[in-house]
């Protein structure tokens, strides 16, 4: 369990609380707005009401004790600047801040951001390789060359252990999970698992070579 602090209530804001929340954190969210933190009293561990720009306010807050703090203000990029400054000045040990553009990111990065977030263009750009390639069910960004694909099995793999298709020495992918027809996800399958119809792969590789591999399966009409 982390102790973690949320600046900025929006919908991202809700939307990152609720998932810390379900993984078992200690949660503190601050907005200046009391209306956004309203309907979280009685799910976190304690609701703040004030505006992070004043230093007075942030040092109340015993940055210090937090093992994670983000700011999550998407539309005052000025105020999310001041924000990650005056976190990381008084002792913020990890600070994340949400971005919407990438010369914001290369500021918050500057003025004391450990990490910055995109979810927007994140979601957008997975959803548009997600949707543009044939055969792809889901798809991750890891890095600019890198990423993760859930696709169909290759026609001639039906009934073929992992070991006999050997996907890394033949595609240069990986194989990180099997998900099977009734839904069940196997994380790291066993090399002698012989892949059936219905199954879907959960791959890592480069575009380049997923792009390939794609290209052996057919198109569903």
């Known amino acids: 369990m982390k102790s973690i602090l949320i600046i900025g209530m929006g919908k991202f804001g809700h939307h990152l609380c609720a998932d810390l929340i379900k993984n078992g954190n200690d949660i503190m969210v ?17 609701v703040q009401i004030g505006d992070c ?32 400054s005056l976190v990381k000045e008084m002792g913020g040990k990890y600070v994340i801040s949400k971005a919407n553009r990438d010369v914001h990111a290369k500021f918050l990065l500057r003025n ?3 990490e910055v977030i995109y979810p927007d263009r994140d979601v957008a750009v ?32 039906v009934g073929k252990s992992l070991k006999e298709i050997d996907v890394r020495a033949v595609y240069n992918v990986n194989v990180i999970a099997i ?5 069940n996800v196997m994380v790291m399958p066993k090399v002698d698992y012989a892949l ?21 399966i057919p198109e569903k009409e």
């Open 126 to 157: 997975n959803l548009a390789e997600r949707c543009t390639a044939h055969n792809v069910y889901d798809y991750i960004s890891i890095s600019d060359e890198y990423s993760i694909y859930e696709i169909p099995i290759v026609p001639s793999w």
């Open 179 to 183: 998900i099977q027809s009734d839904g």
């Open 112 to 114: 004391g951001a450990d």
């Open 53 to 84: 720009t004043d230093p007075q306010v942030v040092k109340a807050l015993g940055i210090n004790n937090f093992d994670l703090i983000f700011v999550c203000i998407g539309t005052n990029f000025q105020s999310s600047l001041e924000i990650t």
């Open 30 to 46: 601050m907005d200046k707005d009391e209306a956004k933190v309203r309907d979280l009293i009685y799910d976190v561990t304690k």
């Open 196 to 216: 059936q119809e219905a199954d879907h792969v959960k791959i890592i590789g480069s575009k380049e070579d997923v792009a390939k591999l794609l290209k052996e």
